[in-house]
């Protein structure tokens, strides 16, 4: 059974710091992009940041850059993203997400689209953690 499991979530003061975990399960981790997704109340759900399993590529949202950090254990399968200055406006329920990797797509390509295109179709996604950033 194919699982993704997402945690770490919890309350944290403005420009407090967590970690979220992705554990996974029943695929072959190495074949896979990995993304951070979240949703805020009333707002679409958005990509925050990805990780190719085959080479270590990352890329980051612009609203995220230089303050959350992306990382993978591929021993583990478990996908970290570390989140530091938190803003109100990161809360949100965050979500991990696996997109495969195909032959012949770039990994730089591949980490950039999981993230910018809204919608774009994920093939397992987890339940979700919430993160609540008090002001």
């Known amino acids: 059974e194919v699982q993704l499991v997402e945690s770490g979530g919890g309350l944290v003061q403005t420009g407090g710091s967590l970690r979220l975990s992705c554990a996974a399960s029943?695929?072959?981790?190495?074949?896979?992009?990995i993304g951070w997704f979240r949703q805020a109340p009333g707002k679409e759900r958005e990509g925050v940041s990805s990780?190719?399993?085959?080479?270590?590529?990352?890329y980051y949202a612009d609203s995220v850059k230089g303050r959350f950090t992306i990382s993978s254990d591929n021993a583990k399968k478990t996908v970290y993203l570390q989140m530091s200055r938190l803003k109100p406006e990161d809360t949100a329920v965050y979500y991990c997400?696996?997109?495969?990797?195909?032959?012949?797509?770039?990994?730089?390509?591949?980490?950039?689209?999981?993230?910018?295109?809204?919608?774009?179709?994920?093939?397992?996604w987890g339940k979700g953690t919430l993160v609540t950033v008090s002001s």
């Open positions: 029943g695929f072959t981790f190495d074949d896979y992009v």
């Open positions: 990780i190719s399993n085959s080479d270590g590529r990352t």
């Open positions: 997400a696996a997109s495969h990797i195909v032959d012949g797509w770039s990994s730089v390509l591949h980490t950039i689209t999981v993230v910018t295109i809204p919608g774009y179709k994920m093939d397992y």
